[in-house]
């Protein structure tokens, strides 16, 4: 790691950005301000102001339960803090004892604190001005496709003829109506509008022919690789997109994205998050904002405005390719505990509700659809190779199991190469689709997954019933199964595709209920305890975000980011756990959210 050591006075970070390759364009792209670009160069820093009181200073909790989530999952009487660190954890004596007799003490009064909470996988830079800037229209607003068409329509009745109208999170696997909003759909609510809607699933998106039109997309286009302007039988466009190398290029003419400015929309974004308890985010697609590695220096301002209420671990993405990233002299382990590049992100293939995840055998009731291989296998080992060598941590997005296929395939081949895996800790972003020996292999190879758990609340009758069948659906996010299989796992919302709320990820595992379906629970089998569900959101998403040693358990040196419920997950009934109220959140030993 480049640039680990933190104190109580201050932090230094070290990106190694070259910024003469980048290019100015790329900064005015982002948003960042040239005045601010000396703030960003490697070796800068910022001292926290009366940084000697903090460390003086201890702060002790007690009078509640607190729950260490260490590998005894432990209960402890107290706990204190000085400055960013946990200094003791344990019995009130022994805390009160560590603290001096200048500390403060905080009496939790029966509450419970947890060690603050980390979703592994969201997209909190590009997510920032898609939230800012595109309007939601998903499953928890409106439940039909009628009612969303009706409801672009009254837009357009009251928008200005040329402004965008554009929109997020509509899913026709879950929203009842047309299978894909087309050119058939769009253009007769406006033609003097252009219009944009992303599905749910990001991976998927759709726009009239005037969005077309005002992107410069001719009805010769060319498919990008890994993506697809969608054709009908007649080999006409249909404005239906696949994946963000496609849709990208219609979204990125939509003025509000180009001109928001991405540093204040990622900061007021995890200043909202703190009321969900997270402490530490991530980025699983970095570059995808600007398409550059222009990217990494809003991650970077960001930090050093000191404004951030949670850490970002960011995963360059593969769109890009590894030169632009190498050229622009970004390499695992750059930045410090506050924003730090963790690894490298590939993707094997789609969405399987947007039915392009990658499958074994077609989907339910069509012949031969089995989705779509972003990368193909060669593709897929070759970069994995090529990052691993140069000591990159792999996440390899995987929804089917055919994809999932390639991903082991692919780690495999590393091992077979001399690699040693338990220093690439590959892991399998949303593993949707998971076989007995799929789990058997990821055991042998030291693979470890992460789950997307929504899939099972929101979509789960979707996967039963219009996507893959019972018996496949039996599949989906199997998280008791890799449990006792000894595979690690980790939860994670993949925002914007669900919201980020941990207390809400931790009830979907253990209850396995589905939105549309409250009583019906998939694969009940699957369900794990809460104690596991609380692990997969801590320490497990620390340890595979490679920060397991400075966040993720309560314990002695580690930084203290910690929350504070009003009641214990443990004891509540399992249907209630996401309505327990976060009392507090602490990051980085301060105060970022009281209810």
Not at 234 to 248: C, E, H, I
Not at 512 to 541: C, D, F, G, H, M
Not at 570 to 577: A, E, F, G, L, Y
Request: aromatic share 8%.
């Amino acid at each position: 790691m480049r640039a680990e050591a933190e104190s109580g006075k201050g932090w230094s970070c070290n990106w190694g950005i070259d910024f003469s390759r980048i290019g100015r364009r790329d900064f005015i792209k982002t948003g960042v301000a040239a005045a601010s670009l000396a703030a960003l160069l490697p070796g800068c820093s910022r001292t926290l102001e009366q940084g000697s009181q903090r460390e003086q200073e201890a702060t002790v909790f007690t009078g509640g339960t607190v729950l260490t989530v260490d590998a005894d999952f432990a209960e402890a009487e107290a706990i204190a803090i000085r400055g960013n660190r946990i200094l003791a954890v344990g019995t009130n004596a022994e805390v009160r004892k560590a603290a001096g007799n200048g500390a403060k003490v905080v009496d939790l009064q029966g509450k419970t604190m947890l060690p603050g909470f980390i979703d592994p996988h969201t997209h909190v830079i590009s997510g920032s001005i898609v939230d800012g800037t595109m309007e939601y229209v998903g499953m928890a607003r409106f439940q039909t496709t009628d009612e969303v068409l009706a409801h672009i329509a009254g837009r357009a009745a009251e928008t200005p003829a040329g402004e965008w109208l554009v929109f997020r999170n509509f899913d026709p696997a879950v929203q009842e109506g047309v299978d894909a909003l087309t050119f058939a759909e769009l253009d007769p609510i406006s033609l003097d509008h252009p219009i944009f809607v992303m599905n749910a699933s990001g991976h998927l998106a759709y726009a009239n022919s005037r969005a077309f039109e005002a992107a410069g997309i001719s009805a010769d286009v060319e498919n990008p690789p890994g993506g697809e302007f969608v054709r009908d039988a007649d080999g006409k466009l249909t404005g239906f997109m696949k994946n963000n190398v496609a849709f990208l290029q219609v979204a990125s003419k939509y003025p509000a994205m180009m001109e928001a400015d991405p540093v204040e929309g990622l900061i007021k974004l995890l200043d909202k998050w703190s009321a969900l308890g997270l402490t530490t985010v991530s980025e699983l697609s970095l570059g995808a904002l600007a398409q550059s590695p222009a990217d990494a220096q809003v991650m970077a301002a960001a930090a050093q405005t000191g404004r951030l209420n949670a850490r970002i671990r960011a995963y360059p993405f593969y769109t890009l390719g590894t030169q632009a990233w190498d050229e622009a002299n970004i390499h695992q382990g750059d930045g410090n505990a506050m924003a730090r590049i963790a690894g490298y992100k590939l993707v094997a293939d789609g969405s399987n509700q947007g039915f392009t995840g990658l499958q074994r055998e077609p989907y339910l009731g069509t012949e031969d659809d089995r989705g779509l291989a972003y990368m193909s296998l060669e593709d897929l080992t070759t970069t994995a190779l090529e990052r691993a060598e140069k000591g990159w941590h792999l996440s390899i997005h995987g929804n089917g199991d055919a994809a999932i296929d390639n991903i082991l395939d692919t780690c495999e081949a590393l091992r077979d190469a001399g690699i040693d895996l338990s220093k690439v800790r590959p892991r399998i972003e949303h593993c949707s689709i998971l076989h007995d020996e799929q789990i058997a292999r990821m055991k042998e190879l030291g693979v470890s997954a992460s789950f997307l758990i929504g899939h099972v609340h929101y979509w789960g009758v979707a996967m039963r019933d219009e996507i893959f069948g019972e018996e496949k659906a039996q599949l989906l996010d199997r998280c008791r199964s890799v449990e006792e299989a000894g595979v690690g796992f980790s939860l994670h919302s993949d925002f914007m595709v669900t919201d980020p709320d941990p207390l809400h990820m931790i009830e979907m595992a253990v209850t396995r209920k589905t939105w549309k379906e409250p009583n019906y629970v998939l694969a009940p089998q699957e369900r794990i305890s809460v104690e596991s569900a609380i692990r997969a959101l801590t320490t497990e998403a620390a340890w595979q975000l490679f920060s397991e040693h400075e966040i993720g358990s309560l314990e002695p040196g580690k930084f203290a980011d910690l929350v504070i419920l009003d009641k214990d997950p443990r004891s509540v009934n399992p249907d209630t756990i996401k309505e327990i109220e976060v009392v507090e959140t602490w990051m980085d030993g301060k105060q970022v959210y009281q209810a």
